[in-house]
């Protein structure tokens, strides 16, 4: 069964310091990813996908980018974090089917300060 | 954007009562998931409907899906504290492969 490791579980960064969460996938290949954000007990932002190796969509212009060098990690980044980047990152996968299940990291909390 | 909206945004009462709640959108599902998440962990797959009018049950849980395929709903019945938790629904639009989730519903069954 597939696997998704993510890290930290929780993090607190200065505002203007840059960002690399890294996502990374066991147990499946070529799997849709993604990076959600969730602001507290709210619903999930989508803000990257990808559906293959160097394919990324964004969804929100934003401070933040992604990358996906390798088919199973999927990094977010930022070269200069704001107050506004708080809240609790979430990477998933699905396959490319259309009514798959979404699996989920255990996320990273990220406090801007 | 968010394209699907959920009511209510939050919810409490008792435990042993029913409840309800709601997902939406202007859009045509091709195919919609409830998902459960508990605090600092990542949602759960419930359960993906497909059909139009399609009903899924899962123990006190029952899920239907609009025949129109533009909602669905969640009926909870004889709730319990192990219940409480956020509700979200995700969706697909017909022709794209990202998935979208509503904004949630925040569940508090009080003993």
């Known amino acids: 069964s597939q696997t998704i490791h993510q890290w930290p579980a929780t993090l607190v960064q200065p505002v203007g310091s840059p960002l690399s969460l890294e996502c990374t996938v066991e147990g499946t290949s070529n799997p849709n990813l993604y990076w959600y954000r969730q602001a507290a007990g709210r619903g999930l932002q989508l803000l990257f996908y990808s559906v293959g190796i160097g394919q990324i969509s964004s969804e929100v212009p934003q401070n933040l980018s992604a990358s996906r060098p390798q088919d199973r990690q999927f990094i977010l980044s930022s070269k200069k974090l704001l107050l506004s980047d708080s809240g609790f990152y979430l990477c998933?996968?699905?396959?490319?089917?259309?009514?798959?299940?979404?699996?989920f990291g255990q996320g990273t909390r990220l406090t801007v300060v | 954007t968010q394209l699907l909206e959920q009511s209510p945004q939050f919810l409490s009462i008792q435990e042993g009562e029913n409840l309800t709640v709601y997902c939406n959108s202007s859009?045509?599902?091709?195919?919609l998931q409830w998902y459960r998440q508990e605090p600092g962990e990542g949602p759960v797959l419930l359960v993906t409907v497909v059909t139009g009018g399609e009903v899924k049950k899962l123990k006190r849980l029952t899920f239907q899906f609009g025949d129109a395929r533009k909602d669905s709903s969640l009926h909870i019945t004889a709730a319990q504290p192990g219940d409480t938790g956020l509700y979200l629904c995700a969706q697909r639009k017909w022709g794209a492969q990202k998935l979208v989730f509503g904004q949630g519903t925040r569940l508090t069954i009080n003993p």
């Open positions: 859009s045509v599902f091709s195919s």
């Open positions: 998933a996968l699905d396959r490319s089917y259309m009514n798959t299940e979404a699996f």
